[in-house]
């Protein structure tokens, strides 16, 4: 059994390859036979990137949306009028609209499209609320649950109540993907808004483990206090982290002090990036 993950939208891009690099994020598994694409990005890049990496929408099996953000999903509909008709997985909740304040300035930052249109494009929605099995080897976590007390999330980011209050976006649909390699499980963040120690910590409950062989994606450490991010560090201690590919939302800064971290297990998760398991 084969795992191979390959980084198609990202902020930048890793090698001398003609591909668009763009804020978002987007991931392809290849998988037991099977293909998966996890996110979309905004749309700007997907296509390209997909053909320049050697890959082809036609092999595409199902899709899993992390989160119902722009620039994770907005892609979802070039690539549904390359796919027909397809499953895609994902929270109940992704498109609850959703904001970035910034002062008194509001920004829609949820997904653009209506969902009644994707599915006329050819979205099969799944929703999984849960933690569930997709496909062979293959989860996802559904809601995870806030199980410390230092990943406070992002103040900036906000939904708007029924009495026109705005409020922190509590991210019940943020999700991430776990396959479970010959290695050990492989993790696979969008942008990891409900944190990323209590993802791991939800991931390795259900599996009844208490290690992850590889995490990659974004991680949303970019954002946060110089107190959450320590405290982030030396909780990833505990799962004894081989492959660390950090991606997007993690920001130069923080993805610098990670390589420090983890020396020659890190690597930056970029479009091109590329990660193999057997």
Not at 36 to 42: A, E, I, K, M, R
Not at 79 to 102: G, M
Not at 191 to 196: E, N, P, S, V
Not at 253 to 276: C, P
Request: charged share 20%; proline share 4%.
């Amino acid at each position: 059994m084969t795992v191979k993950i390959t980084i198609v939208c990202e902020n930048s891009v890793g090698r001398a390859i003609p591909a668009i690099g763009e804020h978002g994020f987007a991931c392809w598994i290849e998988n037991d036979g099977k293909q998966y694409l996890v996110d979309s990005g905004q749309g700007l890049g997907i296509i390209n990137n997909v053909q320049v990496l050697g890959l082809s929408f036609d092999k595409l099996n199902a899709l899993v949306l992390s989160h119902g953000h722009y620039d994770h999903a907005d892609g979802l509909g070039p690539v549904l009028r390359r796919t027909k008709e397809i499953d895609v997985f994902a929270h109940p909740d992704i498109f609850s609209p959703r904001y970035s304040k910034s002062g008194q300035s509001l920004r829609f930052v949820g997904i653009s499209h209506r969902r009644e249109l994707l599915e006329t494009l050819g979205a099969n929605f799944k929703f999984t609320p849960e933690f569930e099995q997709v496909a062979p080897n293959l989860y996802v976590t559904g809601q995870v649950p806030r199980s410390n007390n230092f990943e406070v999330g992002d103040k900036n980011l906000v939904q708007r109540t029924a009495t026109g209050e705005y409020v922190s976006d509590p991210f019940n649909d943020d999700m991430a993907v776990a396959l479970d390699t010959p290695r050990g499980l492989l993790v696979v963040l969008g942008c990891a808004h409900a944190g990323i120690i209590n993802t791991l910590d939800h991931i390795c409950q259900k599996f009844n483990r208490n290690q992850i062989y590889a995490v990659v994606g974004g991680t949303h450490l970019g954002p946060v206090s110089a107190a959450q991010f320590d405290a982030t560090v030396t909780a990833l201690k505990k799962f004894d982290i081989q492959k660390f590919g950090v991606s997007h939302c993690t920001g130069q800064t923080r993805a610098a002090m990670l390589r420090n971290e983890y020396g020659k297990k890190f690597f930056f998760g970029s479009v091109g990036a590329v990660l193999e398991i057997d």
